[in-house]
């Protein structure tokens, strides 16, 4: 990827880099082959490029189903394991209720209405929840 750009490939979905987030932008229907790409493509460029944070942005996507749902999740699962933060941006109504009547409740996955919101948020510092969910007691 020169200059941040990826060439768009049939069955691949480009991975832009803009400083230390990396941009995914979903049109249509996803398959089985181009979403393990698009997964073994962001962690691979994660673990090259040290980005922090990925955006996908599904504001082209009409229908979500639970295949869909699953890789959302797969792919937040699998950059917060290589210390990156994943926001989706741009979920139409349509497709928030259909996650909600599916049951998915996407475990991990941060939300944003606009890519703009979702760089924003990967923008503020990460707040590392309390292990074991103990409360420090002051002395």
Known sequence: MSEGFARPVAGHVPVLRLGDVLLVTLQGDLYDSTAHRLQQD???????????????????????DSFL?????????QTELLAARTVVAGMRPAVAITLVELGL?????????????????????????RSGGLREESP
């Open 42 to 64: 962001l962690s691979e460029t994660i673990a090259r490029s040290g980005a922090t944070g990925v955006v996908i942005d599904i504001s082209g996507v009409e229908i979500v």
């Open 69 to 77: 749902g699953r890789v959302l999740a797969e792919t937040a699962a």
């Open 105 to 129: 409740t996407l475990p991990g996955l941060r939300t944003a209405l606009t890519t703009e919101a979702a760089m924003e948020l990967l923008a503020q510092p990460v707040v590392a929840p």
